[in-house]
């Protein structure tokens, strides 16, 4: 059980970093080029940075664990879908 | 430099007010034109104990708070009172021309508008430089459906708007036609008072909770961040969010499945009740919450449908005949009166036929750049053409919007990218939204993608909210009107660039000689 919340919360702080270095890209991509632009402007994306990564981490194992579950039971009705060759729940019409 | 002075405004709605002060306020001269004697559009008048479909707070100006004691799910009566406080304090009350209808509008020589004004009987003309059209989606014409041996029927066939006083169906067998919140308010009015009530539907809908589960308010669960990063994707992405949709995709999946699983154990969709029937919608739920009938029905709704004071009929109406109506399954239903429940039509007949035809309507209505502007047609925008949860919010948003484009301080991009823009719009709704005839200006829980996009439009953060937990907000709070708060602040304060109001400033209520108004630096004019 340890292992697995461990596991969930390393997958979690990794996508949060990711994902922590995209919003501190972005924000230099938009800001950086405008005149006037200080270091200091920089402390508001980190701060939002560092509370992604945390989230992230926080969340990671119950993110983890119920894509995996999501994955077994889209699949398995995937299967079910084409077995039936009936037209599939998510088929929408036109 | 605009040369937009004079602006006609139609509609003395929620949209027609909040544009007319916000324009105002930036120094134009505004008129509004209403054909009833009260301003409050749909709050004006309404079917019997109709109301919010929401909590207050998330039908409210942002600069204009419900005043405390305002209860949730406010009665339309006391929404009236609203906008007419409203009105009132922004000094918007003396602009407005009521019973005064717009029978006509038709292209000036030059980029302006001549309105055709109809009042007490006497027609007469009116020229602007710019117009913005703030009737809402529809008119006020009964979306009818012609029947076959309707006008052999003997009892009472009426519009649900036309339902002022639930007293006239006493003791009646009445059937109600739809599955709206409309169709829900007639059917437990008439369960009240009638003998019999029977609700005819084509579709079952998921409904919208008050309370997930019965204790959090479902804007926690809908209007967040989060939610709106796993609603199918906007037509204009983030990085995030593609990466949710593909890869993260079975999580997605499950989530929405799970949302029906609380719903479902919520209102007992799949205890069939006395009727038999399973009140379990077809479509799923991400798919049919963009659909005509969305809702948030009164919690007695379903106990209704379930103990028998309302029976549900899944079918269709066949025909009439002296007694009641023939359905689709073959039963005859007895019935005196009979309730439509099928939404309003649009009418667009007072444009002159060349503006219809460059403005491009549809089938499922029409589409516009940033659901305001007609990529083909100079001087003219539609405001409150945009259906979202916190419509009022949304349309504040779009009369700041516009005032930055009528200021030149929002520069618009060229025609074609216009175009390229609506037309990807129309292919994410048509692929994503099941077809209704207002689905152009669905936006409902992609609300919050939309006003992302205006706030980033007019250079300003889409992050609304403060204080140290805010990265943690932004994620899981809900956001409503008093987000945006700050932002009409600073604007009325002028930070932004716009004129301030000039309390001097009267309404014309003449026409006037004036420079000919476009859209300031529109590529395709300059």
Wanted: charge should be positive; hydrophobic fraction near 45%; aromatic fraction near 10%.
């Amino acid at each position: 059980m340890d292992a697995a919340l461990w596991t969930g919360t390393m997958v979690g702080a990794c996508l949060g970093l990711l994902h922590a270095v995209g919003l501190v890209v972005r924000f230099l991509r938009m800001k950086g080029a405008q005149p006037g632009f200080s270091l200091g402007v920089l402390l508001t994306p980190l701060y939002y940075a560092l509370w992604t990564i945390a989230l992230w981490a926080l969340f990671g194992a119950y993110v983890l664990y119920l894509w995996l579950l999501g994955c077994v039971l889209y699949g398995l009705r995937q299967l079910r879908a084409v077995a039936l060759r009936a037209p599939s729940a998510d088929k929408r019409p036109s | 430099m605009s040369t937009v002075r004079r602006i006609g405004i139609i509609g003395a709605g929620v949209a027609g007010l909040t544009t007319a002060k916000t324009l105002v306020a930036c120094g134009h001269d505004c008129t509004i034109f209403e054909r009833g004697t009260r301003l409050g559009g749909v709050w004006a008048a309404g079917y019997s104990n109709f109301g919010l479909q929401v909590q207050r707070e998330l039908y409210e100006f942002p600069d204009f708070p419900h005043a405390p004691e305002t209860p949730d799910f406010t009665p339309g009566e006391q929404v009236q009172q609203y906008l007419e406080r409203y009105a009132r304090h922004f000094g918007v009350w003396p602009r407005i021309r009521f019973a005064t209808r717009v029978s006509g509008l038709r292209r000036d020589e030059g980029t302006g508008w001549v309105l055709t004004l109809e009042s007490a009987g006497a027609f007469r003309e009116e020229r602007f430089d710019f117009v913005v059209v703030c009737t809402g989606l529809f008119s006020n014409r009964p979306h009818l459906p012609a029947f076959p041996g309707e006008g052999e029927f003997q009892g009472e066939l009426m519009h649900v708007s036309s339902l002022a006083d639930r007293s006239r169906l006493a003791g009646k067998r009445v059937a109600v036609v739809g599955f709206g919140k409309s169709a829900s308010d007639a059917a437990l009015e008439a369960a009240a008072v009638a003998a019999q009530t029977t609700l005819i539907f084509r579709d079952v809908h998921w409904p919208v909770p008050t309370r997930l589960l019965g204790l959090l308010p479902f804007k926690w669960a809908m209007l967040n961040r989060l939610s709106s990063a796993l609603l199918p994707p906007y037509y204009r992405p983030s990085r995030l969010e593609r990466i949710l949709h593909s890869l993260g995709y079975p999580l997605v999946w499950l989530w929405w499945r799970m949302v029906e699983g609380l719903l479902v154990l919520q209102f007992d969709l799949h205890s069939r009740g006395r009727s038999r029937l399973s009140l379990v919608p077809r479509l799923p739920i991400e798919f049919d919450a963009f659909g005509e009938a969305v809702m948030l029905p009164r919690p007695e709704f379903y106990r209704a449908l379930r103990d028998g004071r309302v029976e549900p009929l899944q079918t269709e109406i066949d025909s009439f005949d002296a007694n009641g109506v023939n359905l689709k399954n073959g039963r005859h239903l007895e019935a005196d009166v009979v309730v439509l429940a099928t939404g309003w039509e649009s009418d667009h007949s007072w444009l002159d036929p060349a503006t219809q035809t460059a403005l491009g309507f549809e089938d499922d209505g029409l589409y516009l750049y940033r659901q305001m502007l007609p990529a083909d047609v100079d001087g003219l925008a539609f405001i409150g053409y945009a259906s979202t949860i916190a419509s009022v919010l949304t349309y504040n948003l779009q009369a700041y919007w516009l005032a930055h484009v009528l200021d030149g301080a929002l520069r618009l991009p060229s025609r074609g990218d216009m175009r390229a823009d609506v037309a990807a719009q129309k292919r994410w709704k048509r692929k994503c939204m099941p077809f209704s005839r207002g689905r152009a200006a669905r936006l409902l829980l992609h609300m919050q993608h939309y006003h992302d996009d205006l706030m980033k439009d007019m250079g300003l953060s889409p992050l609304r909210k403060r204080g140290p937990f805010a990265p943690f907000k932004e994620a899981f709070a809900p956001y409503q009107p008093s987000d945006y708060r700050n932002a009409i602040s600073c604007d009325e304060a002028g930070e932004l660039g716009l004129p301030k109001a000039d309390p001097g400033a009267t309404p014309s209520t003449t026409g006037g000689s004036v420079e000919v108004g476009r859209f300031p630096d529109h590529p395709a004019k300059a």
